[in-house]
């Protein structure tokens, strides 16, 4: 059964950092595309940021200079440096990996970040 398991998520202040990681079960990642997605209270999930298999990475317009997406596939891991943390960045996040060629697409179960004011 392959896992995608979100950590590094906690409760910070504003203005902080948090490191959130993505580390999968088995060596899945390959071609696939690697997302993070964020879901607040009463709101729908949105998408964050994706990077490609390449290192092509694209951003949530709300985060861009704020948040950089990493990967690193020898170790089965993706990354999600989030700086100068805002209150409306709380949320649960989840990382996702899909891969169309192999048809996979994993979810993770999320790891809440909350930001205080």
């Known amino acids: 059964q392959v896992q995608l398991v979100e950590s590094g998520g906690g409760l910070v202040h504003a203005g902080g950092s948090l490191r959130l990681s993505c580390t999968a079960s088995?060596?899945?990642?390959?071609?696939?595309?690697v997302y993070w997605y964020r879901q607040a209270p009463e709101k729908q999930r949105e998408l964050v940021a994706a990077?490609?298999?390449?290192?092509?990475?694209n951003y949530l317009n709300s985060v861009k200079g704020r948040f950089t997406i990493s990967r690193d596939d020898a170790k089965n891991a993706a990354y999600l440096q989030m700086n100068s943390l805002k209150p409306e960045d709380t949320a649960v996040y989840y990382c996702?990996?899909?891969?169309?060629?192999?048809?996979?697409?994993?979810w993770g179960q999320g790891t809440q970040v909350t930001v205080s004011s």
């Open positions: 996702r990996l899909i891969d169309p060629a192999r048809g996979v697409d994993y």
């Open positions: 088995g060596s899945i990642f390959g071609n696939g595309v």
């Open positions: 990077i490609t298999s390449g290192g092509t990475a």
